[in-house]
């Protein structure tokens, strides 16, 4: 049985470029949620997907939208970047309802 | 406003003695628990949760107890091992409701266990 895993480790990017970034839920998982980790902070939550459609969504602008596919892979993608947006990028994957399981994180730098 | 609050940023202890974490929450709709422990390069991983309707969960080395009146949890480690070094956070969820879906986590608590 595989984790969760998430590409790349490591993005740099500059302001107002757009970013994809990626996760593989566990097998078996049916529903995954996508967290941002600032400096110095506990992970916020972003949105969760259950069966390809948004299930829930935290306090985060448009620019930030995701997709969930028929394997239960997820996308994040983040439009025109900006500063703040670095930080760490956690994916979760889990049965509807059940306990999360994290991904190791996408590390993003926006300069 | 941040409605799960941990107050120390970090703690230091000897192998063999006891960790205490704290975690304070103010949203009263919080009905479960949780506590991850992440080390540098990896995603949290779960270590031990709790129900409001209990206020106290034993797993191993690792107890939490709950006071629901005080709106605080505490995560006691017996007997710490410097393996337990890690970053520390609290979460909390609404299982009953319509907000199922996300953790409120806290800003996490550095454990150092010193040989």
């Known amino acids: 049985e595989t984790g969760v895993t998430q590409s790349p480790t490591h993005l740099i990017k500059t302001r107002g470029q757009q970013v994809t970034l990626r996760c593989s839920s566990q097998?078996?998982?049916?529903?995954v949620s996508w967290y941002q980790q600032a400096l110095g902070q506990g992970p916020q939550f972003i949105f969760q997907?259950?069966?390809?459609?948004?299930?829930g969504r935290g306090n985060f602008p448009p620019r930030f939208s995701g997709l969930q596919f028929p394997n239960y892979s997820s996308e994040l993608n983040v439009n025109a970047l900006e500063l703040d947006d670095s930080a760490l990028y956690l994916c979760?994957?889990?049965?509807?309802?059940?306990?999360?399981?994290f991904g190791p994180g996408t590390r993003l730098t926006v300069l | 406003d941040q409605q799960v609050k941990q107050n120390s940023p970090s703690l230091s202890v000897q192998e063999g003695r006891i960790s205490i974490l704290n975690c304070d929450y103010t949203n009263s709709m919080f009905d479960y628990f949780l506590w991850y422990k992440k080390y540098p390069a990896e995603g949290p991983t779960f270590l031990i949760s709790?129900?409001?309707?209990?206020d106290k969960n034993e797993d191993g080395r690792f107890t939490v107890f709950l006071n629901k009146s005080a709106k605080h949890l505490s995560l006691h480690i017996v007997p710490s091992q410097p393996g337990d070094s890690a970053v520390y956070f609290c979460a909390a969820k609404r299982l009953s409701g319509g907000s199922n879906y996300k953790l409120t986590f806290g800003k996490g608590t550095l454990l150092t266990v010193n040989p």
């Open positions: 997907y259950y069966r390809e459609e948004e299930n």
């Open positions: 097998s078996g998982h049916n529903t």
């Open positions: 709790i129900s409001s309707i209990k």
């Open positions: 979760a994957s889990s049965l509807v309802g059940q306990r999360e399981f």
